[in-house]
């Protein structure tokens, strides 16, 4: 009996072991980043795959504050948009095929960020009513048109919600109140804004480094940890 005991610890502790390893993040490599140093970032239109057509210009109007408070010069975004229209590109998907070199000619800008937009807006499944953003972005440098970072991030109305009982009932009306107010209000727009500063924010796991406005620069953690 005493030998199938530890037999089964023995297992648990291994099985338990390989689900650490599994869900520990691996460090990024900021070698390109920290060769790069860029001081300057213009922020393209985001790419919107999600059925909602404000998800664009409302994530674009998220995503300054973060940069800005991480320690970069950020330009502009809504001079940016009319600069790219003026020159005839009308949508997001052109705006981000625009090479490089000729991004860096236009806008002087040391690096770009490009941002795609895969969940938008408000669902609502019978007994729940959830409004998600998620977000990806890949920083590149336009002197060289290295990759220099990527990262991904989401936010939910589902974090701040709590079933305070009711019975099925309550928790269709629940749902369909949630629905109806995250619709009037476009909750997505707050969502956004959460969406956006975990996404740009430093300081978090394989997250963006600190700018050379920063108080922080060249001391942030090192990655993964």
């Known amino acids: 009996m005493r030998t199938l005991y530890l037999k089964a ?9 390989l689900v650490g390893c599994a869900n520990q993040q691996q460090p990024y490599d900021y070698t390109a980043f920290r060769e790069s140093k860029p001081t300057s970032i213009v922020i393209l239109p985001p790419v ?7 998800a664009t210009y409302s994530v674009l109007s998220q995503l300054t504050y973060p940069l800005a408070e ?10 940016v948009d009319e600069t790219f229209k003026e020159n005839g590109l009308l949508n997001p998907e052109d705006m981000q095929a625009a090479p490089p070199a000729k991004l860096r000619e236009i806008f002087g800008a040391d690096a770009a960020m490009y941002v795609e937009v895969s969940r938008y ?12 953003v998620t977000a990806s ?3 590149v440098d336009l002197r060289s048109g290295k990759l220099l970072w990527q990262g991904a991030a989401s936010a939910s109305t589902a974090e701040q919600q709590q079933n305070s009982g009711g019975g099925l009932i309550g ?3 629940t749902a369909a109140v949630n629905q109806i107010a995250n619709s009037i209000t476009d909750k997505g727009h707050e969502i956004a804004g959460i969406t956006s500063l975990r996404l740009l924010s430093v300081g978090r796991p394989n997250g963006l480094l600190s700018g050379p406005h920063s108080p922080n620069y060249g001391h942030d953690p090192i990655a993964g940890r």
Do not use: H, Q, R
Request: hydrophobic share 50%.
């Open 121 to 132: 807006g408000s669902t609502y499944a019978i007994i729940s009513s959830e409004t998600v």
């Open 9 to 17: 610890l023995f297992v648990l502790s291994a099985f338990g072991l």
């Open 137 to 139: 972005a890949k920083l």
């Open 70 to 79: 991480a320690g970069y010069y950020v330009l502009p975004v809504a001079l």
């Open 171 to 173: 928790l269709l009306i």
């Open 48 to 54: 919107n795959k999600s059925p909602d057509v404000k």
